[in-house]
């Protein structure tokens, strides 16, 4: 049985709480937060904190607090040599006080606090400084489900920003769609048929192989039409960007 | 028993001949397409013919042909007062010569000849210069299951700009998480589930409302690093332009 005690009670640390205190192999023997409010509601299912020096002994610390505040809780926490880790994208493992042996488990999905997770769909992707941590946070991960792939900080990096854009970038072209849209009345609910598609698509095809449409095509007459229906500047430079882009990935065009 | 003359045997000829013959309501009494060896293996199941002059008399004739074409061919059909329409997101309703009676079926939806399409996931957009052709274009798209809705050229044409924006232009973000992972060796895959969560939120919430990450939280530290890890002055361009829009969709920004 593997002791846990998470730290934080945002998005992830609340459905981490759920996962961990379901699974036969794992144990959630404490949950702190520094608003002990938030937590309050769980009071009878597990042990709750809002004061660091009462931290119970646990095989691991999980941080799941914001970004800025990584650094400080983990030089604040009173006790050295035990495994702690953060499930941020962007900071570094070595933000961790070096008192502690440091990883980090970084869960790639977007969380938010009141939908549904199932961890089959949340690969958790695995960093660690000495090579002994690594099996103890596999053998987590994996308790609950979660595909896990084990990463250095260079990939981490680049996963988190390959994130930024096919999660909030590509939710933003959602977003311009209905403007666009919406700009003469015509229905978003029409397009959503076509965006779950276009992203079921990449599971049996290379974004590539997947692309169609009139960039892909050099549709020049098409592309003409399109710049004339935007109305916003703003539009049709994006437009006007990302034409050019999958034109340079289908070799039509130097950048 | 609606008769339907199919013309064109390309991705979406295709899909829509083989919903047409399965319906109870509906019927494709004829199949033309300039090269016939393309339809040559369905001659046992409906009679098939590269010759105009040998069309039969159908209530409706679907031009489901190359964009270019859809204002010659029609004008070539050696009949009139009859109902002839194209299935073009781009091409106007009046490109179909005027001895015919006119209207557009668009299906907004990507097409590929080999993948399977569920019409339930189809919206058709139906477009009529008479009123009177509207019934019986609804009957028929109603027949193959698919969601309808009746929009003008207006409505038409920018959802089919919108439709580039949700599908070429995500499926090149995609790419782009492809090129950006790929260049430290991570997987592409580890984002796959990201990429189905992020296109599914948007049945439940706007993309407004959907929205996270560092731009719509003015996180300038993580926008700072992530800029840094971009390689390509391209990726940059792209990465500075829809944060950019994010934060002005956010009232951050002004553009
Ligand atoms: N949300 C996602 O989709 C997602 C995905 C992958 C990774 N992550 C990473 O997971 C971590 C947590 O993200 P989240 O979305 O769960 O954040 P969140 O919902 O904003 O929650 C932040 C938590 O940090 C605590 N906190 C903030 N300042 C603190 C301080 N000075 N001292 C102690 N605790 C403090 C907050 O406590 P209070 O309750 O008292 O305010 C709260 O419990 C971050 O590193 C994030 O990058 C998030
Ligand atoms: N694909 C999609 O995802 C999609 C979605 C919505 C709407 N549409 C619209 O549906 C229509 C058809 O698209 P598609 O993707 O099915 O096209 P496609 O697969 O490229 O097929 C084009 C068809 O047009 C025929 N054609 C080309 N030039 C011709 C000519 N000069 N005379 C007679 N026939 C000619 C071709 O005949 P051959 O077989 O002899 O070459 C072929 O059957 C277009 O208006 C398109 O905008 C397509």
């Given at each position: 049985m593997i002791s846990i005690v998470i730290l934080g009670a945002g998005n992830v640390a609340t459905h981490l709480y759920k996962a961990f205190s379901?699974?036969?192999?794992?144990?959630?023997?404490q949950w702190f937060n520094r608003s002990l409010d938030v937590i309050t509601p769980y009071k009878n299912k597990v042990d709750i904190t809002?004061?660091?020096?009462t931290l119970k002994k646990a095989d691991v610390y999980i941080l799941a607090v914001s970004d800025d505040v990584i650094a400080e809780l983990s030089s604040q926490?009173?006790?050295?040599?035990r495994l702690v880790v953060h499930t941020s994208?962007?900071?570094?493992?070595?933000?961790?006080?070096?008192k502690h042996k440091r990883g980090v488990l970084y869960p790639l999905q977007t969380f938010s606090k009141n939908s549904k997770i199932d961890f089959a769909n949340v690969p958790i992707c695995i960093e660690t400084i000495?090579?002994?941590s690594y099996p103890l946070l596999k053998e987590l991960t994996t308790s609950i489900g979660s595909p896990t792939k084990r990463i250095n900080s260079d990939q981490r990096r680049v996963l988190h920003v390959a994130a930024v854009f096919v999660n909030n970038f590509t939710n933003q072209l959602y977003r311009i769609g209905h403007e666009i849209t919406e700009s003469e009345g015509a229905?978003?609910?029409?397009?959503k048929p076509l965006i779950l598609e276009t992203s079921k698509k990449i599971l049996e095809l290379s974004p590539f192989k997947a692309q169609t449409g009139p960039a892909k095509r050099n549709d020049k007459k098409t592309i003409k039409k399109h710049l004339k229906t935007l109305e916003s500047k703003h539009h049709k430079d994006i437009y006007n960007l990302l034409t050019a882009s999958i034109q340079h990935t289908h070799g039509r065009k130097k950048l």
């Open positions: 379901n699974t036969e192999s794992t144990s959630v023997i809002d004061n660091l020096n926490l009173p006790f050295e040599n994208g962007s900071v570094s493992v070595y933000d961790i006080d070096k000495d090579k002994k229905e978003f609910d029409l397009l």
